[in-house]
């Protein structure tokens, strides 16, 4: 059974930094594309960045370039997503999810997301 | 910040058919596969309609995509109170090199 799980969010103050976690399991992680995600409260899904396979190809939404980063583990299976100079607009819920075999194709799994809330 | 448009909530009782609409523009819905995500309360998303109009494995064929120019709706026939959820369409966009997602529409079954 696919599983991915994300962790590190919280509460965290403007301008500061935060790194997510998502520990994947049932599926070989190093042969997918892994993208995150977030929604906002009361507000739609928002696509942030994918990774292909061997971390080569990278993309940000223009919101968060050079701000985040998204990187992975294929050894841990895990993925990554450093986040910097937070700001208000940043608090959501961060999900990651699997893609299909190249970066255009459909999110197939998702996890439950993890929680970001930036306020002083 | 949503790139595709969809209404905020549809409505429909047990039994009945609806559709959620989903607009975009030559960039993405008209341009490429479009896909369709559920989520329930408190749950991840699931993929329900994948490369416009196919159903992943254990998605019941009630669910349906299409497609025409940059509309892309998603029907659901025989309405079920399971049904109740938030609903959202997807697709590359070219211009973008990224994903971009409507804004989500929930569903209530009456």
């Known amino acids: 059974e696919v599983q991915l799980v994300e962790s590190g969010g919280g509460l965290i103050q403007p301008g500061g930094s935060l790194r997510l976690s998502c520990a994947a399991s049932?599926?070989?992680?190093?042969?997918?594309?892994m993208h995150w995600v977030r929604q906002a409260p009361g507000k739609g899904l928002v696509w942030l960045s994918y990774s292909n396979a061997a971390e080569s190809d990278t993309n940000y939404a223009d919101s968060v370039k050079g701000r985040f980063t998204i990187s992975r583990d294929n050894a841990r299976n895990t993925l990554y997503l450093q986040m910097n100079s937070l700001r208000n607009d940043d608090t959501a819920v961060y999900f990651c999810a699997r893609g299909g075999g190249a970066n255009y194709a459909g999110l197939e799994y998702w996890g439950r997301g993890t929680l970001v809330t930036v306020s002083s | 910040q949503s790139m595709l448009t969809q209404p905020p909530s549809v409505s429909g009782t047990p039994g009945q058919r609806v559709s959620i609409s989903c607009s975009g523009s030559?960039?993405?819905?008209?341009?490429?596969?479009v896909y369709w995500y559920q989520r329930l309360p408190g749950a991840a998303p699931k993929l329900i309609v994948t490369s416009t109009n196919h159903r992943p494995s254990g998605v019941p064929d009630r669910f349906s995509g299409s497609k025409s120019g940059t509309s892309a709706p998603l029907a659901i026939n025989g309405l079920q109170s399971e049904d109740e959820a938030e609903y959202f369409c997807a697709a590359w966009d070219d211009s973008l090199n990224g994903h971009v997602f409507g804004g989500g529409t929930k569903l209530t079954v009456l």
């Open positions: 049932g599926f070989t992680f190093g042969s997918y594309w």
């Open positions: 030559y960039s993405n819905v008209a341009r490429s596969a």
